[in-house]
């Protein structure tokens, strides 16, 4: 699986958009690209994933440059709750395989007021 | 629908020693993936089990070691406990090997003095 680079940490405002970059240059074309963020004190939580595409859901909007070198995981209004640790993950996921998934060091998110 | 549960939430071993960590996956899912998170080394991928099989092994020595019963819960072993082997224990349940959304438990606090 590609190895990916996060910022160490960021800041953002209450209320603001967050826009968290990842680059993975040495994707292959049947990586996804995944994101997971872990609070304090619990377990990695799923946020969403893509392939080529853009995508969307109620948590966040994740998008991938056109040669898929690097994506950005936007969180469109974030609060407070959102402070966490957030992981770039990128991995093959085809129906039949049992993968693992490689987190790496993350990019820490500190929301403020 | 109850999410990962992991028992107990925190153990206090000594060194030689030895420790059984417990998880239950969400209901319905088949898969179970034991990962290590220390701050050193971040979130490292220890083994999954699907249908009571060992189906990924990561890096760790035959110390560590699981097993899956019928009902999908999982069990991990930890035996002639090491100081380095102080970390948090988290189990991610999926509901097939290829599903792509893994859903972590909050974890188990190992300290070992």
């Known amino acids: 699986d590609a190895k990916t680079t996060q910022p160490t940490s960021m800041d953002c405002a209450e209320g603001r958009a967050a826009n968290l970059p990842c680059n993975h240059s040495t994707i292959s074309g049947n990586e996804y690209v995944y994101w997971y963020r872990q609070i304090h004190s619990q377990g990695p939580q799923y946020i969403i994933h893509g392939l080529k595409n853009n995508e969307t859901n109620e948590m966040a909007s994740l998008i991938i440059t056109e040669d898929r070198k690097s994506s950005t995981l936007i969180l469109p209004h974030a609060t407070l709750r959102d402070t966490a640790v957030y992981y770039c993950i990128v991995r093959v996921a085809p129906t039949d395989s049992w993968g693992k998934f490689q987190f790496g060091a993350g990019t820490q998110v500190v929301v403020t007021p | ?113």
């Not at chain 2, 179970?32 to 020595?61: A, C, D, I, M």
Request: aromatic content about 12%; glycine content about 10%; proline content about 4%.
């Open chain 2, 1 to 113: 629908k109850a999410g990962v549960t992991q028992t107990p939430r925190y153990l206090i071993k000594t060194r030689g020693q030895q420790v059984t960590l417990s998880c239950s996956p969400i209901s319905g899912h088949r898969s179970v993936s034991w990962y290590q998170q220390t701050p050193g080394q971040g979130l490292q991928f220890l083994f999954e089990y699907f249908s009571e099989t060992q189906r990924n092994k990561g890096n760790f020595p035959g110390r560590f070691s699981g097993r899956q019963f019928s009902n999908s819960r999982s069990e991990m072993n930890v035996s002639t406990l090491e100081l380095g082997d102080s970390a948090l224990y988290l189990c991610a349940s999926r509901r097939e090997i290829g599903a792509e959304k893994l859903f972590f438990g909050s974890g188990t606090q190992l300290s070992v003095l």
